[in-house]
């Protein structure tokens, strides 16, 4: 976890427990290394209405598929498709294999809406990178609630469309 990340952290008292491991880019990867770590595990997509230029960050439980037609309906944005990694180090200073919500924090001009499925939002612990993938952050949920508030960014809370279940890999 970079420095400034951990200042950030300490300065909105955020609580978190900090585990490593090799680095991850899939699910089936994050569930060799990871699976042992309590609470619900993410998934995080970036994307881009390429009509308005603006920016989503959805997050959804690891072990489901978001069907991004009937989100793209949801929305109301017939435009959106996964956002370029040049998008995703500008907008959010993270690479691809490392997206998650804790990007947010340095989307300091408030670029992006943030869209979570109500699961992983009511989770009492919630599971994700902290900006890099060889790195899981585990922090209750009450403190993940604040460190979202915390950035400033529109929150949008949903129970989001899922396309069929992924196969138990």
């Known amino acids: ?10 300065v909105h008292n955020i609580h978190y427990i900090l585990h490593r491991h090799p ?26 209405n390429k009509k308005t230029e603006q920016f989503y960050l959805v997050t959804i439980p690891h072990d489901k598929k978001l069907d ?8 109301g944005a017939p435009k959106i498709r996964f ?20 990007g947010l924090v340095n989307d300091i001009e408030n670029r992006t809406i943030f869209i979570i499925d109500k699961e992983v939002w009511n989770a009492d612990e919630i599971c994700c990178h902290p900006n890099i993938n060889s790195e899981t952050m585990q922090i209750p949920g009450s403190e993940f609630h604040k460190l979202i508030k915390a950035t400033g960014n529109i929150l949008e809370i949903k129970e ?3 396309s069929e279940p992924l196969p138990e890999e």
């Open 23 to 48: 680095a991850v880019f899939t699910v089936p990867e994050a569930k060799i290394h990871c699976g042992h770590i309590e609470g619900t595990h993410c998934k995080n997509l970036f994307l881009k």
């Open 68 to 75: 991004l037609n009937d989100f793209r309906r949801m929305v």
């Open 1 to 10: 976890m970079k420095e400034s990340l951990k200042n950030w952290l300490s």
């Open 83 to 102: 956002a370029e990694p040049e998008d995703l180090l500008e907008v959010l200073g993270i690479t691809p294999g490392a997206v998650s919500p804790i």
């Open 160 to 162: 989001l469309p899922f």
